[in-house]
């Protein structure tokens, strides 16, 4: 059965410094990967996603995640966080290879920028 | 991306009252879901419609039914509010896409409370 796992419920960085969100998959077919992005009170915004195309997948706002087969991970970065950054991030794969397919959340790491 | 709307985005009410929460899309996306994230965890599927007229159960149990009589529409309602359904509910809509691995847009949020 795919599963998503968030390493780590909280991360905590100080501006202008790396940001690294863990995410490990669980799937016995080619997943299909999103990183989304919650702000406080809002809904869920896409920032990428993973189909099979280039390992190393840009989003919005400067992050990008790369896709490793062989770690089964799709872990997330920022060269450089802005306090803008401060939200929760949820890591989901879409279960299913015909036209019932559903994601699946992980739990979600909150991400902390210090000035 | 996807437009979408939920009405009401706050909504306190008393135990035992009948409340529908607004899902609409501008998109003419075929797909749409309904999820409940409880403060600082995962989305969890509770319903899901794959055109007018369809409607599924997702994976987490839940007393709310929902409905498509039109495309744009997925109203959700619970007729006896209990304050074990306090929660946030989130709508998405996505297009189809051949092979299910379509990406869904999320709607801000209903943040449900039942005194």
């Known amino acids: 059965a795919q599963s998503v796992t968030q390493l780590g419920s909280h991360v905590s960085v100080s501006e202008g410094a790396l940001v690294l969100l863990r995410c490990n998959y669980s799937?016995?077919?080619?997943?299909?990967l999103f990183w989304y992005v919650q702000y406080p009170n809002q809904g869920l915004q896409l920032l990428l996603k993973y189909t099979s195309a280039a390992t190393l997948v840009k989003g919005i706002n400067g992050f990008e995640a790369e896709f490793k087969k062989s770690e089964t991970s799709f872990h997330l970065t920022k060269p450089s966080a802005h306090m803008s950054d401060a939200a929760e991030y949820f890591c989901a794969v879409m279960i299913g290879s015909s036209n019932t397919g559903k994601l699946i959340f992980g739990q979600g790491t909150t991400l902390q920028v210090k000035p | 991306e996807a437009d979408i709307y939920q009405t009401p985005r706050y909504l306190v009410i008393g135990t035992g009252k009948k409340i529908t929460l607004e899902c609409s899309q501008t998109m003419g996306h075929d797909k749409m879901y309904w999820y409940q994230q409880d403060p600082g965890m995962e989305l969890h599927l509770i319903h899901y419609s794959y055109g007018v007229n369809s409607t599924e159960k997702g994976d987490l149990s839940s007393e709310s039914t929902v409905s498509r009589i039109r495309t744009e529409h997925f109203p959700l309602t619970l007729e006896s509010a209990r304050p074990s359904h306090t929660s946030q509910y989130l709508c998405?809509?996505?297009?189809?896409?051949?092979?299910?691995?379509?990406?869904?847009?999320f709607g801000p949020g209903t943040r449900l409370t039942v005194l």
């Open positions: 998405a809509s996505s297009e189809f896409v051949a092979g299910g691995r379509d990406t869904q847009y």
């Open positions: 799937s016995s077919v080619p997943p299909y």
